[in-house]
């Protein structure tokens, strides 16, 4: 680490502890060059996959517009707010763990339907409409037919 003094590369660490509850280091360092003291903080980064959309452009992750389309799809339906928190928290945690560099919006779509499968069937046959391009009635019904008590298990 290089001291923000005089900037030399030798600092060594005096003391180190947890801060922001465990998600962040603190550690004081001591240049062994101007002998001035400093704090630095360390936090772990996690890089999130491209998104490469369906007409192949690629574009940063943005989990605002996950809690958008999941806010609308759940637009005066009878879910709580930590319920969609916890659902959308659990989305992004699979877009991080694919291990991918890349991951497509079908992917993630997939992801979001099985979440709002759980959560709201009205809430998914409002998502799947969007998601997956009704053109005409029979599409619509059959996602209906989906989620209904009772259904068949999908074939894979």
């Not at 101007?34 to 992750?61: H, N, Q, S």
């Not at 019904?141 to 989906?146: I, N, Q």
Request: hydrophobic share 35%; aromatic share 6%; charged share 35%.
């Amino acid at each position: 680490m290089r001291c923000p003094f005089c900037g030399a590369d030798e600092t060594q660490v005096t003391e180190t502890r947890d801060s922001d509850g465990g998600e962040a280091l603190r550690r004081r360092r001591r240049c062994l060059t101007c002998d001035k003291r400093f704090t630095t903080y360390e936090r772990v980064e996690l890089v999130m996959p491209m998104v490469v959309k369906k007409d192949g452009l690629r574009a940063e992750f943005e989990p605002a517009k996950l809690e958008a389309s999941m806010a609308l799809a759940l637009r005066k339906r009878p879910v709580s707010a930590q319920d969609v928190a916890d659902a959308i928290g659990r989305v992004i945690e699979q877009v991080r763990t694919s291990g991918a560099r890349e991951i497509s919006s079908e992917r993630i779509g997939e992801f979001v339907m099985a979440e709002l499968e759980q959560l709201d069937h009205v809430g998914y046959v409002r998502f799947a409409s969007v998601y997956r391009n009704f053109e005409d009635v029979d599409e619509f019904t059959k996602a209906v037919r989906e989620v209904r008590p009772g259904r068949r298990p999908r074939k894979p």
